[in-house]
DNA sequence: GTAATAGTGTCTCTGAGACAATATGAT
DNA sequence: ATCATATTGTCTCAGAGACACTATTAC
């Protein structure tokens, strides 16, 4: 039951963050959540959300979003973020009448989580068995769509690597959002291209992999930018 | 000044359609405007649009879409319409913090307008040479750009150009959405691509340009979907 | 040496860019 | 026939798919 002591509104707009991390020993991609304090669904796990309307705390929705990044809920720095879109109506809140603007948010460094967070398999949350409050796993659907649609033709996959990593990483990382095998010598021609437009560049370093000949890294010269490809990979 | 009687309201949430036709008369992109009756900002011609909080009208966000299409500040049939993106902030808005939550829109039949209803060259309103009240320019080029990056690789434009079409037609929306000349041959064979995926179908028809050989013309048997091409147009 | 993985070379295929060549209507 | 434009054909080029081949480490 809602809190009674809580001020009646008629309508609520929310943002909501999914916030995609790569796990790297199971090498699965996890999602963020938040276990609930407040009604409704306390102490249920929910993707990280605050609410916009109602106070002045923020000048810009862009703020609101920097306030929710920097509190408790996320507390981590992003190394991307987009807007997805926004969903209203009046069942998604049993409370009221909501919307919701979602954002799709990268986290490339290990960070410590609070006790109320938690990361989830992607998957599982994305097609609904692993199930959450309010319309949240159409929300992950809607994100995890973004996130593969993207991956055909930008690098926004290397986002996951952080600032170095090699090409059999970025091998691994596409074929892990695209959830199929991906040519690496398509990845390679790519990374090229990106190196000769200067986004990329040969560090000269070597990381070690499990057995095998070390892997050259490169480092991220445009850390907050996504490169566009010209083509798509075939679906 | 504001309507003294009006509720004061600390929050607003409002929906804007950026609808967009071709004028074949003039073979320039236009943007449909309206002239606001109420306070703020009444006489300027402004994107149409309603507040969607504060009311329990509308069961979802797709209903008011609706709503506003279905209204005298739109009043006409859509070929097409996507949601652009959401903005908010304290200052867009001289009432209140407000929100906003802008579509593209596309119509491709001819229409009768009300008095309060004009079309604008789009160009000069998303390049502000039009200036419109509130944040509605920046809104404008955010649909603006959004048209012409899925130009480069779908089908899109032909939504301009209603259930049945010729190929030099489709070149020429092409070349005007993308503001450069698109070679015939790249849209011919995007035009066969499309007819063997059956989202085109030849007529047998033919209709007379200005002078020179008529042109075979195409039927959309997928009026309602954008077909995507697996390259873009070089830029 | 062998195992295992990294990195390179080469071939095919699709579709865009460019432009020449031919077809079909109006006058 | 001439004009103007539509339509087809041909060539090049970039980049993805596929896969063989070579290189470099650990043991």
């Known amino acids: 039951m809602p809190n ?50 109602g106070g002045v705390e923020d000048l810009t929705l862009n703020d609101a979003v920097e306030r929710l990044r920097n509190s408790s809920k996320v507390g981590m720095p992003l190394a991307w973020i ?4 926004t969903v209203g109506d009046a069942f998604r809140d049993p409370r009221c009448w909501s919307s919701s603007t979602f954002y799709l948010a990268i986290v490339s460094d290990a960070v410590q989580l609070g006790e109320h967070q938690e990361f989830f398999p992607l998957i599982g949350v994305a097609d609904g068995s692993i199930k959450l409050p309010f319309d949240h796993n159409s929300l992950v659907a809607a994100v995890h769509e973004r996130l593969v649609s993207k991956a055909l033709y930008s690098s926004l996959p290397l986002m996951f690597l952080g600032p170095e990593f090699s090409a059999p990483q970025a091998v691994s990382i ?25 986004y990329l560049r ?26 566009l490809f010209d083509r798509c990979f075939m679906e």
Not at 29 to 45: C, D, M, S, T, V
Not at 212 to 222: A, F, I
């Open 82 to 85: 987009e807007q997805v879109g």
């Open 174 to 198: 596409f074929s892990l959002v695209l959830n199929r095998p991906v040519l690496k010598t398509s990845i390679r021609q790519r990374l090229l291209k990106m190196t000769e437009a200067r």
């Open 4 to 53: 009674p002591t809580a001020p009646t509104r008629d309508y609520l707009h929310t943002i909501d963050l999914c916030v995609l991390r790569l796990c790297r020993e199971t090498q699965a991609l996890k999602i963020l959540l938040n276990r609930r304090e407040a009604e409704p669904f306390a102490g249920h796990w929910a993707l990280p959300g605050i609410v916009v309307n």
């Open 202 to 227: 040969e560090t000269g370093r070597k990381i070690s992999g499990d057995g095998g000949r070390p892997q050259s890294t490169v480092e991220n010269l445009k850390p907050g930018s996504v490169y």
